[in-house]
């Protein structure tokens, strides 16, 4: 592999690593994982943004949270994962 091929693939998986994700866990307008920065505790809500709450995370996150046992009730395999644009 070429170098420029090699930086190529690096630059593919940082965009992998870092895209960020509304994490779905019902469908409706409500149903989506909210993380309170202030309470460092979560919530399912709008994926408004709102003052002290993260609304998207990034697939490394979300691989953390499924292991979360504070998140242990939710059915991962149900989860929809939303690309922010």
Same mark, same amino acid.
């Given at each position: 592999?070429?170098?420029?091929?090699? *930086?190529?693939?690096?630059?593919?998986?940082?965009?992998? #690593? +870092?895209? &960020?994700?509304?994490?779905?866990?019902?469908?409706? !307008?409500?149903g989506?994982?909210?993380?309170?920065?202030? *309470?460092?505790?979560? *919530?399912? +809500?709008?994926?408004v943004?709102?003052?002290?709450?993260?609304?998207?995370?990034? &697939?490394?996150? #979300? +691989?953390?949270? &499924?292991?979360?046992?504070?998140?242990?009730a939710?059915?991962?395999?149900?989860? &929809?994962?939303? !690309?922010?644009?």
């Amino acid at each position: 592999m070429e170098l420029s091929e090699y *930086a190529s693939k690096l630059r593919e998986l940082a965009d992998i #690593i +870092e895209k &960020k994700y509304y994490v779905q866990v019902f469908d409706c !307008p409500s149903g989506y994982l909210n993380f309170s920065e202030k *309470a460092e505790d979560y *919530a399912v +809500e709008t994926r408004v943004e709102v003052f002290g709450y993260r609304v998207t995370f990034t &697939k490394t996150e #979300i +691989e953390d949270l &499924k292991i979360n046992p504070a998140l242990k009730a939710i059915n991962w395999d149900e989860v &929809k994962l939303i !690309p922010v644009d």
